[in-house]
């Protein structure tokens, strides 16, 4: 009777666990525009600076549009001068030995929206991993997982805003959140990894949403 009331015990605690990933995911989305202004969300250009290294600076544009379509610009000397992208057929990024763009067959573009957006459709299951401090703020940890691919997601337990998230090669961490529009976005991204050869700190001064982009904005 026991080992049956511990196994009871047991489901519930599961069932609970995964009720409240739900919640907190539920929460991030709502407060942070609520799920239709993020699927009216068409695309975003991310204008500031990027800093890598200690005193490496330079200004950065970011274009992103549905489905994938994505572009890195950076300014060196005062011309712009494109890092990184996908065109919806080929996806690019700057081979600096050889100082020019080239296409790498192996590019797997990043989906528009984040991961937990319609999570359940896309195949994931949810666990939440308890409370955990970022910095020291007070964070709930969830766990997203499809297949053998895992990401981790840290949201203030006050303010449910995504303060950092894990993925399988690159940590990011968000802060300086403000309103665009109908949408909470985080103005500072701070990247790093575990080989620490792409690390960054990026802050911007703009963001503008759904602007339409002239044709060829993406292309190679």
Known sequence: MKKLLFVF???LSQLSFAQTAKEIIDKNIELSGGLTNWKLLNSVLL???VILGIKD????????????????????GGKETAIEGFDGTRGYAMNYAANKLQVYP?????SFDNDFIDWENKGFDAKYAGKEKVG?????????TKNVNK??????????MLLKEIKKDETLVYADYKKVGNLSMPFR???SSTKKDGDFVMILNRIDVNKVFPANTFKF
Not at 61 to 74: A, E, F, G, H, S
Not at 106 to 110: C, D, G, L, S, T
Not at 151 to 160: C, E, G, L, P
Request: glycine share 2%; net charge negative; aromatic share 16%.
């Open 136 to 144: 020291e703020i007070y964070c709930h940890k969830v766990e997203l």
């Open 9 to 11: 015990v047991l489901i």
């Open 106 to 110: 192996e590019y797997i573009p990043e």
């Open 151 to 160: 990401n981790i997601y840290y949201f203030d337990v006050k303010t449910y």
């Open 189 to 191: 991204i701070e990247s």
């Open 57 to 76: 600076e330079y200004p950065i544009k970011i274009y992103q549009q549905r489905p994938n379509l994505t572009k890195t610009v950076i300014s060196i």
């Open 47 to 49: 204008q500031g600076k």
